[in-house]
C-alpha cells in the first residue's frame, strides 16, 4: 500500500513539476523557458508521427490530413496554469497564420462535458481531444511535463518540441528556422 501511494505520489509530482514557469532545459534546448529541440517520433513509414484523434464536438482529426501546413500539436491539462496561459496565443496563431494549424491534447482523465465548461471560460479557436494519460498516441513522447508542444512541419515530420509554455513569436521563430515564412512584423500573439 505504501508503494503505491508513493508510486502516485512521484507520479504527479514529476507532472507538476514540469507545469511550472522557467522549467529547466533538456539537454541541448536553445532557451529558458524549456526544451527547444527537435524531437523523435515517426508513423510506419518513416514520414513523422501519426495522430488521430476524435475531438470534443465528435469531428475526426487526422495529422496526415494536415500536410502542406505547419501544424502545433499542444498537450496540455485544464489544471495547468502555464497551459491556461499559452491558450490566448495558441488561438491567435490559429486564428491569424493560415499556413499554421493548431490541435490541443487534453492530456488528462476528464469528461468532454467537464472540457466543454472549461473552454466556456478558456476559449480557444482551435480543436480539442481528450488523450488518455495510460494510451497516449504511441509516436509522441509522453509529455515529461506540462505543456508540451511539438511544432510539425508542412512534410509530415516534427520540426521542433517545446516542454513548458510557448508563445505564437517562439513558434513563428521556429517555423521560419525551419525553412517556412519569416515573423511577420507583428507577431500573433502580440496585442499591438
Known sequence: MIYRWLLAALVGA????GCQRGEPSEAGAGTSSGSREPAAGTDAAGDGPAL???TIDDDRWD????????????????????CR???PELSALASMRPHIEVIGLAY????????????EEFPVTYPIAIIGMLDPPADFDIPRG????????????VARRFLGPVTALEIET???EAGGPPVPATPAGDPS
Do not use: K, S
Not at 64 to 72: M, N, T
Not at 150 to 157: A, E, S, V
Open 14 to 17: 514529476t507532472v507538476l513539476a
Open 174 to 176: 521556429a517555423v521560419a
Open 52 to 54: 488521430q484523434v476524435t
Open 146 to 157: 506540462l505543456p508540451m508542444t511539438w511544432l510539425i512541419g508542412p512534410d509530415g515530420r
Open 85 to 87: 496561459e499559452e491558450m
Open 108 to 119: 488528462e482523465d476528464i469528461a468532454p462535458e467537464a472540457i466543454r465548461a472549461f473552454l
Open 63 to 82: 495529422l496526415a490530413d494536415h500536410r502542406g501546413q505547419w501544424v502545433v500539436v499542444n498537450y496540455w491539462a485544464t489544471w495547468c496554469a502555464p
